[in-house]
């Protein structure tokens, strides 16, 4: 494996964690939102996708951000008779965003991000010396 090709992959691999930290985000902005109509849905969780491709020039698999996808899991639901999002027995739907999962989650997506990073300072690295030495 040569350094571009090196460099490429781990690039690869930081814009695909970048992507998942963004709808990591979008989901915790919204994990409170309620519909915007009595009865009506709240903002519904999205899961990132990856998609992966062979690159036969490069001669490597490359990762790429894949169209995020909906979780159809069900909603939460809280007791707030006075809420204009109720329905008529009184129960608010909340978004089917967990807190919790989204904060491993975007930690994981950060540890990834970052050994990706590791990876480019390294073969830097590694070019760097490779040419001072080629300058000797």
Do not use: W
């Given at each position: 494996?040569?350094?571009?090709?090196?460099?490429?992959i781990a690039a690869s691999g930081m814009r695909t964690q970048s992507d998942r930290m963004r709808v990591i985000a979008e989901?915790?902005?919204?994990a409170s939102s309620t519909a915007s109509v009595a009865g009506g849905d709240?903002?519904?969780r999205r899961i990132a996708t990856v998609t992966s491709s062979f690159d036969r020039e490069?001669?490597?698999t490359l990762v790429a951000p894949g169209k995020p996808q909906a979780d159809m899991s069900e909603f939460r639901k809280q007791y707030d008779p006075g809420n204009p999002a109720a329905d008529k027995t009184g129960y608010v739907k909340l978004p089917n965003v967990n807190?919790?999962?989204?904060?491993?989650?975007?930690?994981?997506?950060?540890r990834?991000?970052?050994?990706?990073?590791t990876v480019m300072d390294a073969t830097k690295s590694m070019l760097s010396r490779t040419v001072d030495l080629l300058r000797r």
């Open positions: 494996m040569d350094f571009a090709q090196s460099m490429l989901n915790i902005a919204n709240p903002y519904r490069l001669g490597a807190s919790l999962v989204e904060i491993m989650d975007m930690r994981e997506a950060q990834s991000y970052e050994a990706d990073l």
